[in-house]
């Protein structure tokens, strides 16, 4: 069974902190993906990151970064310097790396971050 | 526009009745998704298509529910016989084989349902 996790209902922060958003993940399957997502209050889910389950590497984009941890499964995410901009509902995804099987990608909960001025 | 276009963007209806909600894709996207999200929960996969032919059901979607997608292009997803439990944001999302292997889909607004 697949199941992602974010613990994490809600998060308030002031304008220019840094946040981490946690994401726990349970999978059998020893290939698969795991994403961020983006959801403003517009609704639409804007992509944001995918990892590749032998990538443990951590990547930063910009303001954003990512730490992938196999051992705890674990894949958070971190804003640095938040804006008010980053005020969304964030989800994080998973989904098996498939040859013509399942392509759901299973999702948490989300987490919802207000950055305040 | 070219992104991912859902109509209508907001239903109410009487407990019973049917819906249709239409998503348009990306143009040269070939592979369509829809998903529904309940209030404060993630998205969770209803079915997908590649091209017409329909690949995949979630066992959420009941007897009730039906997705087509015609001639490969635009998708409709329609409901008989509403129950209030079926309250909820429709999603839909594209994408070409390269992307979707990798999961990366692009999503439009949703089509919002109210059954009262």
């Known amino acids: 069974a697949q199941k992602v996790t974010q613990a994490q209902t809600e998060i308030s922060v002031v304008e220019k902190e840094d946040v981490t958003l946690d994401c726990v993940y349970e999978t059998r399957d020893t290939t698969y993906y795991l994403f961020w997502y983006k959801q403003p209050p517009s609704g639409e889910l804007v992509f944001l990151i995918r990892r590749n389950s032998f990538d443990e590497q951590n990547e930063i984009s910009g303001r954003y970064s990512w730490n992938f941890q196999k051992s705890t499964s674990s894949f958070n995410f971190t804003i640095t310097a938040s804006q008010v901009v980053d005020s969304a509902v964030y989800f994080c995804a998973l989904r098996p790396e498939t040859q013509g099987g399942s392509e759901k990608l299973v999702f948490g909960k989300g987490t919802k971050l207000t950055v305040n001025p | 526009d070219t992104g991912v276009s859902q109509d209508p963007r907001h239903k109410i209806t009487k407990r019973g009745q049917n819906v249709t909600f239409r998503c348009d894709p990306i143009s040269e996207h070939n592979r369509l998704y829809w998903y529904r999200q309940t209030l404060g929960q993630g998205p969770e996969f209803l079915t997908y298509?590649?091209?017409?032919?329909?690949?995949?059901k979630s066992r959420l979607l009941s007897d009730r529910f039906s997705a087509e997608r015609p001639k490969g292009s635009f998708s409709t997803l329609e409901i008989q016989r509403t129950e209030q439990g079926d309250s909820a944001m429709y999603l839909c999302a594209s994408s070409y084989p390269g992307l979707a292997a990798t999961g990366e889909l692009f999503f439009g607004e949703g089509s919002r349902l109210t059954v009262l």
């Open positions: 298509f590649q091209n017409e032919a329909q690949l995949e």
